[in-house]
């Protein structure tokens, strides 16, 4: 049995099967190329024919979504007066989560600040959105200021909810076996150390899909197959039992993905659990129930990866921009929006963009790269008193890492058409350029986006 403890230093360089320099793939893709596959070509927005206006415009968040929605507003509008609200001084770079929990990146790698993205001449108020009003066209903070508004963008993201699992809490990461890749890096790097010493001493693990939308739904699986592939690299793997759960009767919403998936857990090992929920789990007794067709089924754990159910924070939630009924109201009562325009339905100043919204698919940071220029040019035509045109087709995107070194980039939109943006790499198989891409690329293409450049 190997000596290794969770402190060994992580499997990165030393373990990659293949390397390419960023300036060897640049010359190979072109800058185009990468910043299609962040969602989108690239857009440089100007400041020559910016359009005059009083409008006051509150922005509701400072994620990807917010900060590149400020940063178009404010070179696009002469005059406009923009505030953004929002505590948070820290940005995370959540793209890059996955490869801390599995001992890829170091957790300083996806920790940023907002005010190196946040544009000059635009209020940035330390406060959270309390409550949205938007038939008096204002909101609440949670300081008890009331914020009127024109125009209103709501880019809030999305609320982990480790209460809908009984028994589950966030301190419990890094302990009892527990591991869940999302909302922060402290979290993922925890879980980094829950599956390094599980993949030492080995046991039965359990990976988890939480019901309904979440972020990046490709995330569960990528530390699945990575798990498994750290395992093998290191010789351990028939140590571990390994048993994917998924909540549904399908492993992803693209159908030739899904297929892809069917065959490929089965190849390595992995079981499948359909229709099953996580509903609690016992920390003591490392144990975890799940919710299934024919009733409530305990599984025993060495190690779990916790995937919660995802909702819109409780300000939105509550509120009258909500859906008010139908699958996105039943599913986590996410923003209404219209899926192409990102305009809400019921109250035409206020638009949306990022996790909150409830649309058909796309919580990621390449739907938000795409959905973003959409909400900002429909707000701008509604500035400006003349016909929006611009569209959202859903388009989405998932470098899906099946081991190290190796990976599909999953790219498709509301029909669940895949699109690739490179016709030369196979969206259908394996490929060393997906890894690059997303070990080496996507985060600086991640900051031009915060920056309203791509």
Known sequence: MSNRTPNTPRNAESERPESTSRRDLLKLLGVGSVAAAAGGSILLPSTAHAVKTRARIVIAGSGAAGLAAANRLSRALDGATITVIDRRKEHIYQPGLTLVATGVWRPGKVVDANRRYMPSGVEWLDAMVAEFDPEANRVITDAGQTIPYDYLLVATGLKVDFGAIQGMSPDLIGREGIGCVYDNPDHAERTWQMIDRYVNQGGTGLFTRGPGGIKCAGAPLKVTMLTEDLATRRGRRS????????????????????????????????????????????????????????????????????????????????????????????????????????????????????????????????????????????????????????????????????????????????????????????????????????????????????????
């Open 239 to 454: 140590d571990l039992e390994m048993i994917y759960n998924s909540p549904s009767g399908g492993l992803f919403s693209q159908p030739d993905m899904d297929r892809f998936l069917r065959e490929e857990f089965p190849s390595r090992d992995i079981a499948i659990n359909w229709h099953h929920r996580l509903v609690g789990i016992e920390p003591e007794l490392r144990r975890a129930t799940f919710a299934t067709p024919d009733g409530q089924a305990r599984l025993d754990y060495d190690f779990i990866h916790v995937v919660p159910p995802m909702r819109a924070p409780d300000a939105l939630a509550n509120s009258a921009l909500a859906w008010q009924s139908g699958p996105f109201a039943d599913d986590g009562d996410w923003m209404e929006v219209d899926q192409h325009s990102m305009q809400h339905q019921r109250f035409p100043n206020v638009f949306g963009a990022g996790d909150c919204v409830g649309t058909p698919i796309g919580k990621t940071a390449a739907s938000v790269k795409a959905q973003v220029p959409v909400a900002v040019d429909n707000m701008i035509a509604a500035i400006a008193e003349r016909e929006s045109t611009s569209t959202y087709d859903g388009y989405t995107s998932c470098p899906l890492i099946t081991r190290l070194g190796r990976g599909i980039l999953v790219e498709f939109d509301y029909a669940l058409n895949m699109v690739p943006s490179f016709p030369f790499i196979s969206p259908y198989s394996e490929h060393w350029v997906p890894w690059v891409m997303k070990d080496r690329m996507l985060l600086p293409a991640y900051n031009a986006m915060l920056r309203g450049r791509i």
